[in-house]
């Protein structure tokens, strides 16, 4: 089974090197794309001299973390797996030959990763990494994803009993390209228009809703640094895309029926972003761009749950 490796970055420079160098430490080797999108911290040209053999697409302008791979994707165009990465991961050796392994069955479209790191954050060196930071993602009872197991130590979770993940993290995970293929909306395979989180939210739905099977590969193993946690306060234009893109998500995906089994815990999660809205002024044109979109999203649902399979479970 062929397989490239992606990493998308922006200013990300302080990363690079101990994420590039464990994706060439692998005991399975696999091309890597570094696509760059629009880094004024000399991100390519530090990749262009330490990693010669790195193809770079270098873009002109801010892509987001979807317009980013989805260059990416075209960058390598044959490979039959598609790893995504955050240039803060650093990957174990065994990494790529244990995320592999996910793919046994010929219904699996995308494999998830178990990602670590310390006690106290801040690093990506592998070796005493003891925190969970997910394996994958779950879905609450208000369909919105969370990093399953997020923030528990390893010790305290028996790797084997592991539940399995709903859906993936984009911050590391293994994508057929047969399953992006058949689930991609006008070429797209991370939406635009999201531009960046809940993009992986938002393809594990349409991956589940055509029959696509997500699976964990508890073996496959990295440490994350996470820039954006639940604890800390977001960025004004990282809260605003969150924000919204929550409720896109919901739209553009998200079965009628399902709507109504979890209308209780949808509705207590929209108040409470309300309420987050009323009083966060940085928030405010979030609310514009929602409204905004709504047309096209809802554009998109029609054409979505048409190719939807019969039956399907949110598993929330």
């Not at 130590?153 to 057929?176: H, K, N, Y």
């Amino acid at each position: 089974m062929t397989a490239h490796i992606q990493v998308l970055g922006r200013n990300h420079r302080h990363y690079l090197e101990s994420c590039l160098r464990s994706c060439f430490q692998q005991t399975v080797s696999v091309p890597v794309v570094y696509i760059d999108n629009a880094s004024t911290d000399g991100s390519v040209e530090f990749v262009r001299e330490k990693f010669p053999a790195v193809r770079i697409v270098a873009n002109t302008t801010n892509r987001g973390y979807s317009g980013g791979h989805n260059d990416g994707f075209r960058a390598l165009p044959n490979s039959e797996v598609v790893i995504v990465l955050n240039p803060d991961v650093v990957l174990a050796p065994d990494f790529v030959e244990q995320g592999l392994k996910g793919f046994s069955a010929e219904q699996v479209g995308a494999v998830a990763p178990l990602l670590l790191r310390k006690q106290e954050g801040g690093s990506t060196e592998q070796g005493d990494a003891t925190i969970i930071d997910s394996y994958g993602t779950r879905l609450l009872p208000s369909l919105r994803a969370v990093n399953q197991y997020e923030d528990q130590t390893l010790s305290a979770v028996p790797s084997r009993s592991l539940a399995q993940p709903w859906g993936f993290t984009g911050a590391a995970a293994f994508l057929r390209r047969r399953a992006l293929h058949d689930v991609a909306l006008d070429g797209e395979v991370f939406d635009e228009d999201l531009f960046a989180y809940r993009e992986d939210v938002d393809l594990s739905w349409r991956l589940r809703l055509r029959g696509w099977e997500i699976v964990g590969a508890q073996d496959a193993r990295a440490t994350h640094v996470r820039t954006v946690r639940v604890d800390t306060a977001k960025d004004p234009p990282v809260a605003r895309l969150s924000w919204r893109n929550y409720f896109l998500v919901l739209i553009k995906n998200v079965p009628t029926r399902v709507l109504i089994r979890h209308a209780p815990w949808i509705a207590l999660e929209s108040a409470a972003r309300g309420f987050q809205w009323l009083f966060t002024p940085t928030l405010w044109p979030a609310l514009p761009e929602l409204i905004r979109l709504l047309p096209t999203f809802s554009e998109k649902r029609s054409r979505l749950l048409a190719r939807a399979g019969a039956t399907f479970s949110s598993r929330a």
